[in-house]
T-cell receptor
Framework: GQNIDQPTEMTATEGAIVQINCTYQ??????LFWYQQHAGEAPTFLSY??LDGLEEKGRFSSFLSRSKGYSYLLLKELQMKDSASYLC??????????WGAGTKLIIKP | GAVVSQHPSRVICKSGTSVKIECRSL??????MFWYRQFPKQSLMLMAT?????????EQGVEKDKFLINHASLTLSTLTVTSAHPEDSSFYIC?????????????FGPGTRLTVT
């Protein structure tokens, strides 16, 4: 079966760095996505990785290792507004998104 | 950037009635639109894939006669929840894939909060 695993909840301090991990097992692979979702809102796109390596975009970076079925989202210089759920999703061989349950990130002052 | 709108953003209806939710791609043409449902503290669950001009493909366990999907044009898809019941109360989100973009060019609407009383 297809499976996406990520931690349920993480807590970090304002100004610090946090890494949210995601492991996956899917039928085929056409890229891995990270989305941010604030409570009561739709997800917003953060990053897309289809090749191994690190993609940096401002305070957010995303890493992918296809051989390990592993990705992480790295958030630097955390701000209170970064408190949200972070969803990992993999596009399978049918170009459908398989979603993880999301990681709720709590930022403390 | 690509924008997807949903209407209404919130709706409260009585049990047994039907509710229609619209999903529009405002500045691009979408070959494919997806309909998701999200219950509190859970991830998105794909309900169906809607392709313009053809019948929607429903995920296992989703009743196609209850959740009617119409993708009449490259910019509009509608989801009608028929004979709604309290257990249908959820956050419904659509997303659209741009015609000219790659498979990863998927844009989400802001969602519709449905409450069935």
């Amino acid at each position: 079966g297809q499976n996406i695993d990520q931690p349920t909840e993480m807590t970090a301090t304002e100004g610090a760095i946090v890494q949210i991990n995601c492991t996956y097992q899917t039928s085929g692979f056409n890229g891995l996505f990270w989305y941010q979702q604030h409570a009561g809102e739709a997800p917003t796109f953060l990053s897309y990785n289809v090749l191994d390596g690190l993609e940096e975009k401002g305070r957010f970076s995303s890493f992918l290792s296809r051989s390990k079925g592993y990705s992480y989202l790295l958030l630097k210089e955390l701000q209170m507004k970064d408190s949200a759920s972070y969803l990992c999703a993999v596009m399978d061989s049918n170009y459908q998104l398989i979603w993880g349950a999301g990681t709720k990130l709590i930022i403390k002052p | 950037g690509a924008v997807v709108s949903q209407h209404p953003s919130r709706v409260i209806c009585k049990s047994g009635t039907s509710v229609k939710i619209e999903c529009r791609s405002l500045d691009f043409q979408a070959t494919t639109m997806f309909w998701y449902r999200q219950f509190p503290k859970q991830s998105l669950m794909l309900m169906a894939t809607s392709n313009e001009g053809s019948k929607a493909t429903y995920e296992q366990g989703v009743e196609k006669d209850k959740f009617l999907i119409n993708h009449a044009s490259l910019t509009l898809s509608t989801l009608t929840v028929t004979s709604a019941h309290p257990e249908d109360s959820s956050f419904y989100i659509c997303s659209a894939v741009e015609l000219a973009g790659g498979p990863h060019e998927q844009y989400f609407g802001p969602g519709t909060r449905l409450t069935v009383t």
